[in-house]
């Protein structure tokens, strides 16, 4: 999962457009990623509905708040979103750091 949020960042920080198909390709690696790892965190004997009602509950809110941020960066000068991709990305090495 750290490991998707580095290259995030990475690709934020270079401001190119990727193809579609791509872009799909890679949302999906990091989408199966992350939904086996918060899939596996789900405690012995816990409500499997409970626990995925709670959790897309929370991914629906991250994409609106990531959308909304999203549009936000595009109206804000190069320099400012090149900012907020090193922070992205420099959180993504600190969590790789972490596990080391």
């Known amino acids: 999962m750290a490991a998707s949020v580095v290259l ?3 690709m934020l920080f270079a401001g190119r457009h990727v193809p579609t198909s791509l872009g799909l390709t ?3 690696a990091a989408a199966l ?13 816990a409500s499997a509905v409970a626990y995925a009602a709670g959790f897309m509950g929370a991914t629906t ?6 959308l ?9 000068p190069d ?6 991709a090193t922070v992205v990305g ?7 750091a972490a596990r080391l």
């Open 79 to 84: 320099r400012v979103a090149r900012l907020a």
């Open 61 to 66: 809110l991250l994409h609106g708040v990531g």
């Open 8 to 10: 995030l960042g990475a």
């Open 33 to 45: 990623f992350h939904g086996y790892a918060h899939g596996s965190e789900l405690a012995v004997g």
């Open 26 to 28: 890679l949302v999906g």
């Open 68 to 76: 909304a941020a999203g549009v936000g960066l595009q109206r804000l």
């Open 90 to 96: 420099g959180a993504g090495v600190v969590m790789l």
